[in-house]
């Protein structure tokens, strides 16, 4: 059976594995699960519901959600099997934003989740023409719910036309558009085809190990964007069994409940887990917490190369049966892999989680190139500090100025409605990331920089500021930094503090330091701390790079209040915006 459209994986899985636990959601305090053949059932069902609802292939459906659940992935597919495409948007961006990328789109028919999301939709609504309703996957008073497409579509009579739908959409027909967050100017929409994310799925489904029968997964990062999309794909035709966490903040407890074998994460949430776990060391005593930062120290050591080699072998024996094994425990005991990307994993992390043998598979890609360019695995050459081999089906090379360029059946249409500026990213084929990377000798890629990120000081030297961000982010004391110094003649950093651990600290060393932010940010003895933490991570850098100054900021980054995106990236034009006064403070004052 060749997969080359999105609405197949559910086919083959009914074919070849099918489940009781296909989605599971929680509803009311009980996981709820929807065999593969129900889930079958009801996309089908969605997609009679829709075509009796009028809609027609190519028009376009919006979908906002706060979670992720089994809702989401019907309503998905239904739209799909029709011939029309859905709009995916991010729950947490404004409602001008909403305005913008259903006008783009011209979106016909939106479904939201809860009554928080519509209350913002409905405040833009009367200035989007072409949007005629609005249904909800929660009972909301005032709102059509999304029961009454599928009430709409249990006469099967229809199911012809269904059929007919299904079989007009070619590989090539557009999908998907995903408008991207963008950190600066309007989103853009990134046109992603059936056979862009298939080709994806099926490549990338060779970079995971094997797992045991009837193997379960917890999903929590948002559905909206491609890396979560194309994973629960991928899940499905691995034949796995997505179970959708509540909340981001109750992602541990739904861990522990699920016990998953895989998960997908990006880099912050594994240094928050990371940084939790260092914080319960620090609370051990005696032998107790010797013992711990020993194993922790023995996992920051750990490599492929020397891991069955004596004496460190036995070492880590003894950290992964007295310590990692509960670490393990904490994750619900049976994972096995967790899957990173969005943004660069810190290479300590990787060799830490890898030793606690809970293996990180960090991949690379972009929107435009469905989500995947390359995946770090035991299944190709499996580097720490790489993104592992491109997949089989996309072909990489670096271009002259060190821009990682790609190229294969994955690349997107185009952005929506703009062809100058596809144009400007593909080239002969080759998408242009606006990464900086190399490929080693084995063909394994390691990226360094985002090209438009990196700057030069007025000494002429360039600076690549996303090897000193993640460098610091190993401090327990740094939550988010930002290096600037673009025409200036140092480098210096904002910095948001990791105020819990900043306060722990201050208790720890019996310090008398303040509860508000603004003033313990001022506080002498907290400012000497992170100037000792940076000049320790400073070492590994040349002069020229070295952080000179740096300024703490008194509030939290965060989605909500625009200094990231959300998948977590910093919104660098904002930040200085934001924080303008202490940037000439640092500058001013030379």
Excluded at 175 to 181: F, G, K, N, R
Excluded at 203 to 226: E, G, M, N, V
Excluded at 402 to 412: D, Q, Y
Excluded at 532 to 553: A, H, M, S, V
Aim: charged share 25%.
């Amino acid at each position: 059976m060749e997969l080359n459209k999105l609405f197949d994986f559910i086919d083959y899985q009914l074919k070849n594995n099918p489940r009781e636990d296909a989605f599971v959601t929680k509803e009311n305090g009980k996981w709820v699960k929807t065999s593969t053949a129900n889930l079958k059932k009801q996309v089908d069902q969605f997609s009679r519901g829709l075509l009796r609802l009028g809609i027609q292939a190519n028009d376009k459906i919006a979908i906002i959600s706060h979670n992720n659940q089994t809702k989401w992935n019907i309503t998905d597919l239904g739209v799909l099997q029709v011939g029309a495409q859905d709009v995916p948007i991010y729950p947490t961006i404004a409602a001008s934003d909403y305005e913008y990328i259903m006008n783009h789109a011209e979106v016909k028919l939106a479904i939201v989740s809860n009554d928080e999301i519509y209350q913002k939709l409905k405040s833009v609504a009367k200035n989007i023409p072409t949007l005629k309703e609005i249904y909800s996957f929660d009972n909301i008073n005032e709102v059509k719910n999304w029961n009454e497409i599928i009430e709409l579509g249990k006469d099967e009579n229809n199911q012809q036309d269904v059929e007919n739908r299904k079989n007009s959409v070619q590989p090539d027909d557009l999908a998907t558009l995903i408008y991207t967050s963008g950190t600066t100017g309007k989103p853009k929409g990134v046109m992603l085809s059936h056979r862009n994310i298939a080709s994806v799925v099926t490549s990338a489904a060779k970079r995971i190990p094997p797992l045991p029968d009837q193997a379960r997964t917890i999903s929590f990062l948002p559905s909206c964007h491609i890396f979560e999309r194309i994973i629960q794909y991928l899940y499905t035709y691995k034949g796995y069994g997505i179970y959708f966490a509540e909340s981001i903040d109750q992602i541990g407890e739904n861990i522990r409940e699920v016990k998953p074998h895989i998960f997908t994460a990006v880099p912050r949430l594994l240094e928050k887990v990371y940084d939790k776990i260092i914080a319960k060391g620090q609370e051990l005593n005696g032998i107790k917490k010797a013992l711990f930062f020993w194993a922790v120290k023995v996992g920051e050591k750990f490599d492929f190369k020397k891991e069955n080699k004596f004496p460190y072998s036995i070492k880590l024996k003894i950290a992964r049966k007295l310590i990692f094994s509960k670490w393990q425990q904490a994750l619900g005991g049976e994972v096995r892999y967790i899957v990173s990307g969005s943004a660069a994993l810190q290479p300590r992390l990787q060799r830490v989680f890898n030793a606690a043998q809970i293996f990180i598979l960090e991949g690379y890609g972009l929107t435009e190139s469905a989500g995947v360019i390359s995946v770090n695995s035991p299944n190709a050459f499996w580097k720490i500090g790489t993104v592992g081999p491109p997949i089989d089906i996309v072909e990489v090379k670096i271009a002259d100025d060190g821009e990682i360029l790609a190229k294969g059946p994955n690349i997107m249409m185009g952005y929506y409605k703009d062809p100058e500026k596809t144009a400007e990213v593909i080239t002969d084929g080759y998408l242009h990331t606006g990464d900086i990377g190399e490929l080693d000798k084995d063909g394994v890629l390691k990226i360094t920089d985002r090209k438009k990120e990196m700057f030069k000081t007025s000494g002429g030297k360039y600076v690549a500021p996303q090897l000193l961000e993640n460098a610091m982010k190993q401090s327990p004391f740094i939550e988010q930094i930002m290096v600037v110094g673009e025409g200036q003649k140092l480098v210096s950093a904002l910095i948001q503090p990791n105020f819990p651990f900043v306060k722990e600290w201050g208790k720890r060393h019996q310090l008398n330091l303040p509860e508000n932010p603004k003033e313990l940010i001022k506080h002498s003895q907290v400012i000497q701390r992170f100037q000792k933490e940076i000049d320790k991570y400073n070492q590994d850098f040349g002069k020229w790079e070295k952080i000179k100054l740096f300024r703490l900021t008194p509030d939290e980054w965060t989605v909500e209040a625009g200094h990231l995106t959300p998948t977590m990236k910093l919104k660098r034009k904002i930040i200085k915006e934001k924080y303008q006064h202490l940037y000439n403070d640092i500058y001013d004052n030379l």
